[in-house]
């Protein structure tokens, strides 16, 4: 905002206005003859950039202020040099009247203070003038700048706040677990120590011990592990045995044997001699033992090859079935071709039902009795499926 210093209050000559002393060549109204009497030097109305006129400080709009922090300083304003003429006068509010440029905020060092000459006698200016040149200064300085509106241009749209985005959610930590390799639910080797011992009480313990966790249906995952080669080579090797070179039953035994199903009274020693299991009889017995325990393995297998495929598993391909099959055509002992009989039956198939079929009509004339049986009720189970 221009700034103008308060003018000193002096006194002027009063004015002649007598016609007579009029000059029509230079006309002069009230002008002085005698030069003004100028005021000793004071340094506070001396600095350089001051100019002779000064305006009301306050602003006449209330309009937004600068909200950076950079001091402004307002620009440097020349003299206005008032002629002793009224022509000059209207020229000088026309020059003060001009647009003022707008100020470069740059920061100058503070002018010091520099001693003035003594000013020159300046005319006497009438004071309506004066006040209506600062008034019209006034005016144009605080006047803002019209602004250019293009009617062609779309109106710009507000801006809009946006709320910040938010920051990424942390990545959920994934813990990698190492692989633990699952623990077997039965002894696998155990059982085929078991099955490998000597002994042959070990052995049909054992075996019935296989047979008893297949059938139970809360075990039947945990039998699924006996599902091994070696289980089965080791169930092989018992059926297979020759036992032809073990000690058999002596005549005492058979006789005492004989009267005990012929239901005649016996003594305690002929009772249990009669009762007493040979070595060659426990290996017979553990043959049929095996052939009952592959049937249920094999079984086993068929069901889960079916489950997981959709196949059945031929009988020819069923582990230890033909070993079965073997023995029902060769061993000479009926109490085992029996067990191998119902150990087939166990295992029927409607796909296997042909070969069965076969199988059971050529154990029907077999010489012993009680093979025969066994074949009839194998082919008349067969039948109902």
């Not at 000193?8 to 030069?35: E, F, M, R, W």
């Not at 620009?75 to 206005?80: D, E, G, L, M, Y």
């Not at 599902?227 to 070179?245: W, Y």
């Not at 044997?257 to 002929?270: N, P, T």
Request: hydrophobic share 40%; aromatic share 4%; net charge negative.
């Amino acid at each position: 905002m221009l700034q103008i210093p308060a003018l000193p209050n002096y006194q002027l000559p009063q004015p002649n206005y007598n016609a007579v002393k009029i000059d029509i060549h230079n006309p002069s109204v009230g002008t002085a003859t005698c030069p003004m009497q100028v005021p000793q030097y004071d340094p506070q109305y001396a600095p350089v950039t001051a100019p002779y006129y000064a305006y009301p400080q306050t602003q006449l709009y209330d309009y937004p202020q600068v909200t950076n922090n950079q001091p402004y300083y307002q620009p440097a304003v020349q003299p206005v040099n008032v002629n002793a003429s009224a022509n000059a006068s209207a020229n000088a509010s026309a020059a003060v009247q001009q647009p003022v440029p707008q100020p470069a905020v740059v920061q100058q060092p503070a002018a010091q203070p520099v001693a003035c000459p003594p000013c020159p006698p300046c005319p006497a200016v009438p004071a309506p003038q004066v006040a209506q040149a600062a008034a019209s200064a006034a005016a144009s300085v605080a006047q803002p700048a019209p602004q250019q509106v293009n009617i062609n241009q779309a109106p710009q749209p507000a801006p809009v706040a946006t709320a910040p985005a938010a920051a990424p959610a942390e990545a959920p930590k994934v813990e990698v677990v190492p692989p633990v390799e699952a623990a077997p639910q039965v002894d696998l080797n155990g059982f085929i120590a078991k099955l490998n011992d000597p002994d042959f009480e070990v052995q049909a313990n054992t075996m019935e011990e296989i047979a008893n966790m297949v059938n139970d249906e809360s075990q039947k995952a945990k039998a699924t592990e006996l599902l091994d080669s070696k289980i089965v080579d080791a169930l092989t090797n018992i059926i297979n045995a020759d036992s032809s070179k073990l000690a058999g039953p002596t005549q005492e035994q058979i006789a005492a044997r004989q009267k005990l199903m012929a239901g005649q009274q016996i003594s305690d020693q002929e009772k249990a001699l009669a009762t007493t299991i040979t070595p060659m009889e426990q290996a017979e017995r553990n043959k049929s033992y095996a052939m009952f325990t592959s049937a249920i393995l094999e079984k086993l297998y068929g069901d889960e090859v079916k489950k997981l495929t959709g196949t059945t598993v031929p009988l020819t391909e069923l582990p230890a079935a033909m070993t079965i099959v073997d023995q029902l055509k060769d061993n000479p002992n009926p109490m085992v071709r029996t067990s191998a009989i119902e150990a087939l039956s166990y295992i029927q198939n409607p796909e296997y039902k042909k070969d069965l079929t076969t199988l059971f009509t050529i154990a029907k004339n077999d010489q012993d009795k009680g093979v025969q049986e066994a074949a009839t009720a194998a082919l008349d189970k067969l039948n109902q499926i």
